[in-house]
């Protein structure tokens, strides 16, 4: 993953692949396929993920949860 990893990792087996504990920021993750014959497809695709801050994520998150318990108490 691009802003992330050093190099391309090669994904065999269960093909998942994990990324915990990202820090704050913009990367990158290209991917490509390839079919049951081994054979791969050429052009290859990309995700962009963004990262932000946990502490604007943190009070948003309690934001949100405050203004659907309220109506329940009051």
Same mark, same amino acid.
Request: hydrophobic share 30%; aromatic share 12%.
């Given at each position: 993953? %691009? @802003?992330?990893?050093? @190099?391309?990792?090669?994904?065999?087996? +269960?093909?998942?692949?994990?990324?915990?504990?990202?820090?704050?920021?913009?990367?990158? $993750?290209? $991917?490509?396929?390839? +079919? +049951? +014959? @081994?054979?791969?497809?050429?052009? %290859?695709? %990309?995700?962009?993920? =963004? =990262?932000?801050?946990?502490? @604007?994520?943190?009070?948003?998150?309690?934001?949100?949860?405050?203004?659907?318990?309220?109506?329940? $108490?009051?």
């Amino acid at each position: 993953m %691009e @802003g992330y990893d050093k @190099g391309w990792t090669d994904i065999t087996g +269960n093909q998942r692949i994990y990324y915990n504990k990202l820090p704050p920021g913009t990367y990158t $993750f290209r $991917f490509k396929g390839a +079919n +049951n +014959n @081994g054979i791969w497809n050429p052009t %290859e695709k %990309e995700l962009r993920i =963004v =990262v932000s801050p946990l502490g @604007g994520c943190l009070h948003g998150h309690t934001l949100l949860i405050s203004s659907l318990l309220a109506p329940l $108490f009051c």
